[in-house]
């Protein structure tokens, strides 16, 4: 079935039948890529530019390893080895960029919307790594995608979304797509890091990290970003780490059978102990490899409709 969607900018908005065509779809990528030989000819011919203005480690290497896997042309753009360093702008190097005859764009950029003015730029198909504090649609989509490979099904699941949520990309693109999934959604954090405006989306607010525990089934437990300024909205990493951080001891006090996921890169013994990053509950690595597969699912549906 054809997506809806001409890009992938993020989950507002995104129906129910183009997540589930995009999770079903993974499936059968998720089978490919555990294969001797993980390569299929779908994307032959199409040449895909990733262009990270952000730094990565899984999402930049997860899209350029979906792309290879599905034989596209598979080109990375750094900033620091670019003419961005010689003052081009952000237009003039998409449009010199797309002079060469790419076919999909993959951005990551520390500004909002950038996926979106993209699109009026470019007649490439656009898919958001990552904008800002805005969305990260394939970090959802694999989250959804490891959720339900765990559980089953997402319908009436509880998720919470442990940590600075004000801050996070991840968060908000989990919101609207588990809320869409029909999955219960809620929040937990300190209240300097919960947006005021989080209860129009028609999640939960716990403040409590143990109230949140024993009222989910799943906690996507999200990286405090230091490097978003995000120290200075409480006291001291020690005392994030005393009320907010998932130890063993703190699982074990409330429920002990609850999912574990987190996006990476993990900030050890702060939101998570090194023990629980590592334990039985948690599904960290089943994220990664489960993205490789939800990539190749949004790159081959959107790269083979018009
Ligand atoms: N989860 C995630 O986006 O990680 P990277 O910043 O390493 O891509």
Same mark, same amino acid.
């Given at each position: ?29 998720? =089978?490919?890529?555990? *294969?001797?030989?993980?390569?299929? /000819? ?11 203005? =952000? ?11 979906? =792309? *290879?896997?599905?034989?596209?042309? #598979?080109?990375?753009? #750094? ?33 909002? +919307? ?25 970090? +959802?989509?694999?989250?959804?995608? @490891? ?11 509880? &998720? ?5 949520? #004000? ?5 908000? @693109? ?15 954090? /300190? $209240?300097?890091?919960? /947006?005021?405006?989080?209860? =129009? ?16 089934? %799943? ?16 006291? @001291? ?38 023990? %629980? ?5 948690? &599904? ?7 993205? &490789? $597969? ?13």
């Amino acid at each position: 079935m054809a997506l809806s969607i001409k890009h992938l900018l993020g989950l507002d908005g995104v129906s129910r039948e183009d997540i589930q065509e995009i999770l079903d779809t993974a499936v059968t990528f998720r =089978e490919v890529i555990e *294969r001797p030989i993980k390569k299929v /000819p779908t994307l032959q011919g199409k040449t895909v530019v990733n262009l990270f203005y =952000e730094n990565s480690t899984r999402t930049r290497i997860s899209f350029e390893l979906a =792309e *290879r896997r599905l034989s596209a042309d #598979s080109l990375n753009f #750094s900033v620091s080895t670019s003419s961005v360093t010689k003052g081009e702008s952000f237009k003039d190097t998409v449009r010199n960029i797309e002079a060469m005859k790419v076919d999909m764009i993959v951005v990551r950029h520390a500004s909002a +919307g950038v996926p979106q003015y993209l699109t009026r730029i470019s007649g490439s198909k656009i898919i958001n790594a990552g904008d800002g504090t805005h969305e990260h649609p394939t970090q +959802g989509l694999l989250d959804m995608y @490891s959720i339900r490979e765990k559980l089953g099904h997402l319908e009436g699941v509880r &998720v919470c979304i442990v940590g600075d949520i #004000s801050h996070s990309r991840v968060a908000l @693109s989990n919101i609207y797509g588990l809320t869409t999934m029909g999955a219960k959604v809620s929040v937990c954090g /300190p $209240a300097t890091m919960i /947006p005021p405006f989080i209860k =129009e989306l028609g999640v939960d607010v716990y403040y409590n990290i143990d109230d949140a525990i024993q009222a989910n089934d %799943v906690l996507n437990v999200l990286r405090i970003q230091l490097e978003r300024k995000a120290r200075e909205y409480f006291p @001291s990493i020690r005392e994030y780490q005393k009320f907010y951080g998932i130890d063993t001891q703190r699982l074990e006090k409330n429920k002990k059978d609850v999912l574990i996921l987190h996006p990476g890169p993990i900030n050890r013994g702060v939101e998570l102990s090194a023990e %629980v990053a590592d334990g039985e509950h948690q &599904v960290i690595l089943d994220q990664v490899t489960n993205g &490789v $597969a939800v990539r190749m699912a949004v790159l081959f549906l959107l790269g083979t409709q018009n």
